[in-house]
């Protein structure tokens, strides 16, 4: 980076982090945009001087709310409701609702801004949005989490709409709260509309929402793969993470002939050394998704298999890795046995599941490092897809969703390629995806005046 570049990379953050000092989550994630923008922004002045990069990096609205509800015990609870509203320059806001213990601003904000240039790499007009609440669904009964869900929905549906914004599941948010909150959401506006995505397949949703993301992930892989001649099959997988991306992810590897021997929840990881194949698949989706279990019940099922307390998986030894649980949880350390131990192909399922200290191992060595936003925006590649179906009132079929699916996640490669490639011939994924996402939300930003 030259000097222009780094001094516009100083000051930028420096007044990021003088407005809002605590929200580390949020800092990383515009460093790693700001990085890989601003060479590219101090060639093309007219960026800099309509301040687009500054603008993207304040919410359009944000809205916090208290979400109070009664618990199987009759007793109050009270929670946070939150939804950011990060940009509509090129469609409708379009993000995930995130239910975890640990959500708070700066987690909502990074998704946010994240959200904005993923949606805009799928090529479909969505704008970038997230939200979601400090509640734990870990624990709770289905009426608790119904009646939280009422409750969150009954603030959540002044703020939202299909030509404003259209929420989406995400961690601690699948069918079931989709279910619960759209029935609410319906309920209070009297309309059957698209506003939420997710939806069960008899009302409203996608063939393959559930599958997309973990799928589009894999899709990623091959991709990247396919540039040197190589495919999956054949090839040790490590994933992270037992939920919706995981699972899917697991389905699709196999499918394609990989093996993958690891999952993992907060508590630990299982290994497998024989592969988690379709029958231990079925195993997991009903402990996860039926019995709400956790990962370790998986070796008294399967006794080949291992289970680690408190480690993650990053030490088994693979080719290919996805982390697909949640933020940050590859660092240095676990990057440089990841590429010690042989892997050469990182596709993120989660958002921003590697720190910039180990995106820096993957890249000094040249691996294959495929960032959130490019690897996994199959989900909401296919939540558009839901919402164009949801307008014109049909249902595609599973074979066209995923032939969509396969289309966008090659194109988003593609743009990848264009604007990542190094003179060495090295694939900088994160300058691509940045640069590629980038492009087209700024230029309706310059064509939309000062808004
Ligand atoms: P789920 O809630 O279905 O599963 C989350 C998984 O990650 C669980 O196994 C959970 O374990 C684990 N996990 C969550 N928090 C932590 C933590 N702090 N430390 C270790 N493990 C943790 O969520 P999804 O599968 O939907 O989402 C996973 C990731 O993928 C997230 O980063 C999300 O933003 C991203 N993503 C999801 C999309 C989607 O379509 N669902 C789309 C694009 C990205 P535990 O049960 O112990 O909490």
């Known amino acids: 980076m030259d000097k222009i570049a780094a001094e516009f990379v100083q000051n930028f953050m420096a007044n990021v982090i003088a407005k809002d000092p605590l929200e580390k989550e949020f800092h990383q994630a515009v460093r790693e945009v700001v990085e890989s923008l601003a ?51 090129i469609g409708p806001y379009k993000g995930g609702l995130r239910f975890h213990a640990s959500v708070n601003l700066s987690i909502l904000k990074f998704l946010a801004y994240e959200q904005v240039l993923k949606n ?12 979601g609440s400090d509640f734990n669904p870990k624990g709770k009964s289905d009426n608790e989490v119904m009646r939280f869900c009422q409750s969150f929905m009954t ?23 989709i279910g619960f909150m759209y029935g609410q959401l ?37 991709e990247m793969l396919s540039t040197i001649g190589e495919e999956i099959a054949g090839k040790t997988v490590v994933i992270s993470g037992s ?21 993992s929840d907060s508590n630990g990881f299982i290994y497998d050394p024989e592969g988690i194949n379709e029958e231990k698949l079925e195993y997991v989706l009903e402990l996860k998704n039926v019995w709400r279990g956790r990962i370790r019940e998986y070796v008294n099922e399967f006794k080949g298999a291992k289970y680690f307390e408190n480690q993650r998986p ?23 046995t990841l590429v010690a131990n042989g892997c050469r192909v990182i596709s993120e399922g989660a ?23 490019a690897a996994n925006a199959g989900g909401v590649a296919t939540s558009g897809l839901e919402m164009s179906q ?54 309706a930003m310059l064509a939309q005046g000062l808004v």
């Open 351 to 373: 958002n921003m599941p590697s720190t910039p200290e180990a995106i820096h191992v993957f890249q000094g060595n040249k691996l294959f490092y495929a960032p959130g936003k």
């Open 155 to 177: 603030e959540l549906s002044r703020h939202i709409g299909p030509d404003t914004d259209v929420p989406a599941g995400d961690i601690g948010v699948g069918g079931r709260e």
């Open 120 to 131: 805009s790499l799928t090529t479909l007009p969505m704008g970038g949005g997230k939200g």
């Open 186 to 222: 319906k309920r209070l506006s009297n309309a059957f509309t698209g506003t939420l995505t997710g939806k069960g397949l008899g009302w409203g949703g996608s063939p393959l929402r559930p599958e997309a993301t973990g799928y589009g992930t894999t899709y990623f892989a091959q």
């Open 314 to 336: 990053w030490s088994v030894p693979c080719q290919i890795a996805m982390p697909c649980a949640t933020q940050n949880e590859v660092d240095e350390e676990d990057a440089k």
């Open 39 to 89: 060479p590219f922004v101090v060639q093309n002045p007219v960026y800099m001087k309509a301040r687009i990069l500054e603008r993207m990096a304040e919410p359009e609205r944000i809205v916090m709310f208290r979400v109070p509800w009664l618990n199987d015990r009759g007793e109050v609870e009270i929670n946070r409701g939150y939804r950011i509203q990060m940009s509509s320059a």
């Open 390 to 443: 949801n307008s014109m009132r049909l249902t595609w079929t599973r074979d066209e969703v995923d032939a969509r699916l396969h289309r966008i996640m090659k194109g988003i490669h593609e743009t990848c390629v264009q604007y990542g490639k190094e003179s060495d011939g090295y694939v900088n994924y994160v300058k691509g995806a940045n640069i590629g996402g980038f492009l087209k939300v700024a230029n």
């Open 243 to 263: 939920g919706n991306v995981s699972q899917y992810a697991v389905e699709k590897v196999t499918q394609l002939g990989g093996k993958v021997v690891t999952l």
